[in-house]
Structure formats: structure tokens, C-alpha cells
């Protein structure tokens, strides 16, 4: 808003960068002067008001009808646009606080030398490093930029983060072996179960069938109809039974926060 | 962006009107039961497994931003915290997301003030690690491992790293109580936790821990909107096997449908 006053198009991108940030200082700082000169008996009632108001912006939308031949109603860019831009521009604050809270802790650790305080010195110099090469990156176009950026987020981002994914793999045998264990009708049920679904998944399971016919009765004891009938059938039904249960609670907590009946189980003081 | 057809609006009316009915009900002091659910029980005795053998405990909201899981997660968190408070146990709180780790911070302070041991309240224990998913889970299980975690309680939406958290508190011998509403990773948490709440559990925590009658009778109200939905699919299935309805009456086929 601000800032296509203060920078003219063309400009050198540190200088957006600069422009932004001021921005959010200015704007940022005169909202929570405001909120601080209201007195505190009306804050709540404040709160409320913004609250309902926001929640009443998607609730109009979802219910208004949608015009024939159209992706939305009057609301809809509103709501998808706007408020999201406002709701990422709140994020963007935190966003901020949560980065004092890692570098904080991990400060202390340094200063302190706790047990680990080399794990805490990896953390700046990574940081660091990630943050002024993307500055770097952003700012310049010598492609040396842009390939040292990519070079240590395909390294240091991307590669541990498919690690950590691929142990799930391991993870999941043994959480398997706990769960198929034979202790209940139940467990044994289930192993039962999990033990056609798995055979079905597989080639061998179709050939252990393929004797039985493709059509008429019999072709429902094919492996890879048993494992479809029970994904399909009893697996869905008490998937869509959990769902339901799920979804009511959302809407009911939905209700609560958005007509502020929820406020006692957040914090004990008055705002 | 999904809107309501006339059908759903009527629908959604009505149990938006049973749930309010009921919270206002329960409001003006009329008496409500709800049942005794294990998993939420369990929540206390990790809390005073971590006191006895004096270790932390940790708590993951999940890894979503704020929204009504994680909010759930929140309001359970303040009830741990006020527990573990009054018995001097640490409570560390991992997040994924810098708004919710503003909120779990004053929570947690205001629940230390509230049970009159500010001076326990330690900063450095409610902790912003990464916004990406498996930096996340990397990070929880260092805290995990490191810490030596008494008791692990999971609670808010998790996804793929769901098992990895549930598999190390399993392996570090913590106590582990996990509830989400993330139907896909429910059975991780089964297979790995001792207590897991599932389902519309999760929603009836804050009621069942707190008792406040605004909650209880949102608990009570999202059971006779259950009851609702029992009898439309009851009904939806009653209309689409009969070929003689179908045949007469194909508009009330069109009730149930999306469009």
C-alpha cells in the first residue's frame, strides 16, 4: 500500500525489501498502539466483533447462492484474495517471533556451551547462510547466485528432509509387527485382514486365484476382489463413520470460537 | 471454493441450531453426562508418571498453522500445563508454525500464573523448530531423545511425520497419549501410543477435561447432530434401494446429491 508510494517502479529490489519492512513497522506499530489505548473492558468486546465479522465473511459466502455460469458469488474473490492476503501479512509477523524464539534458544545453548551447543552453532551458520544466499539469489542475476542457493537447499534443505521421509518405511515395519501380533479376537481379525489386503496389493496374490472365474459369483473370491471388497465396503464405512464424528466436532468448535463461547479455555486472564 | 446447495444450507442449519440449543441449555445450569473416555483419563497419569521419575514431558500441538485442530490442541495443552505447573514438571512444546508458538507461548505462561508458579515458566521450553514438515519431526525427535521425555502427548493434525514421533517415544520407553482428527494417521498412533483418541474424541477433550457447561453442551449438541446425520443416511439409503421411489420421486434422489 505504502510502499508504491515511497519506491517508484524500477527501483532497486533492496529498496522494496527496505519499503516493505518499513511498512510492517509502521503499520504494525500504530495497530498495536491503537489496541493498547483501548481500555481493557472493551478489548474483549473488541476481539469478538473482529472475530464474528471475520467468520462472517466465509459463512456468507459458503451459503449465498452461486450465479449460473460462474466460479463464485459476490464474495468469493473477497474472501479467497483478500482475507487471505491479511491473514498471511499476520502470519508474517510471527513469523518473526518465531525465528527470535530458535535463535534465542540456541544463542543461549552457544553462550553456555550446554551439552550440544555444536548442533546450535550449525543452526546459525546454516541460517545464515540460507538467509544471504537467498537474499543473494534474489537480488543479483550472476547465475553463481542463483546455483549457490540451489546447491545448498538441494543439499542441506531437500536431502535431509527426504531422509527423515524414507525412514517412515522403517518405522512402519515395526509399528506393523506390534500391531499384527496375536493378544485378541480383534488383533487377529485384523491381521487377518491386513494379511488378504497386502496378498491382494501384490502379483502373486492374483495368481494364487486366477483358477476362479472373472464374472459371476465366483469371481468375487478372487484375491483382488476380496482386497477391494474390504477396502471399499467395511474400511470405508468406518472411515466415513470417524469422518462424520470429526467433521461435527469442527463445526461445533467452529460455532463456539466464531461466537466467541470459547474464550475460558484458552487463557484464565482478562485481556 | 465449495457452496452450499439448498438441501446442505437446511441441513447445516439444523445442526447448527442443535448444537447452539444445547450450549445455551447447558448455560443456564441444566445437568449433562457425558461418558468416561480412557484416552483423556490417561492424560493425568502421564503427567504423574513424568513427576515421579522427575523427567519433562513434551506436547506437539501437530504441524498445522492455527486452525481448529490446532486450537483443540491448544486448549488441551493449557489444561497439561496447568497440571504439570502444579506439580513442577517441565512441559516442552515443539511447534510448527510461528502464530501458534506466540499463542502456546502465553498460554503456557498464563496457565503457570494461573496455578500461582510464574516463576516456573520457562521460555526456552515452548520452542519454534521449523515450518517444514520433517525438519519438524527431526527436530521432536532430538527433543525426544535428548530430553529423555517421560511422556509424550500428541494432540492437534499430523501427517507422514506422525509416526515418526510416535516410533521414537515408543523406543525412549515415554508414555505416549496421542488424539487427532487426521483419520489417515489414526492407526500410527494406535499401532505406536498407549492411549490414542480418535475421531469426535479429540473435539470432546476440552469439554471432558474442563467441565465448563459451554463445552459440555456443544459435546452434547454434536451428539444429537450425530444423530441427525444417523437418520439422513439412514434415509438416503432407504430412497436409493426402493426402485419404486426412485422411479415416482427422482427428485428426492437429487436431495443427496452434490449439485
Redesign the interface.
Known sequence: MFTQWLVKPGAPQYLWVLAVLGDFLILGGALFFLLRMVPSRFRKTLVAIVTFGAGLIYSV??????PAGKD??FL?NF??KTVTDVVLV??TF??????Y??L??HG?NLTRMRP?WH?SLALYVAFFAMLLTGFWSMMSKAPAAANTFDVLFRGT?AA??AT??S??AF??V???Y??FRIRSAEATLMLAAAFVVMLGSVPIGEYLTSGLPVTGFWSNFRMENVNLWILKEPNMAA?R??????E??????????WLS??R??????EL | MEHANIPIAVLEAVLVFLILYKIFSARRGRQLYIRRIPGLNAIDEAIGRATEMGRPIMFSPGIRPLDLPTLQALSILRHVTKIAAKYGTRVIVPTCDSVVYTIAEEISKDAYNSEGRPEQFNPDDIRYLSDDQFAYASGCVGILTREKVASSLMFGAFFAEALILAETGHNVGAMQVAGTPSTTQIPFFITSCDYTIIGDEFYAASAYLSREPTLLGSLVGQDYAKAVLIIVVLLGIVIASIPWLNHHYPSLLTLFSKT
Do not use: D, H
Request: aromatic share 14%; charged share 10%.
Open positions: 459466502e459458503f451459503f449465498v447462492p452461486v463464485g458469488n468469493t474472501a479467497q499476520l502470519s510471527a513469523l518473526g517471533l518465531g525465528i524464539s530458535l534465542r534458544f543461549r550440544g548442533n534443505v535431509p528432509g527423515m521421509f525412514i517412515i518405522y512402519i515395526s509399528a506393523a506390534r500391531a472411515w463413520g470417524i469422518s462424520f464424528g470429526v461435527i466436532g469442527a463445526l461445533a468448535m467452529a460455532l463456539r470460537t463461547l470459547e475460558g479455555s484458552f487463557f484464565e486472564r
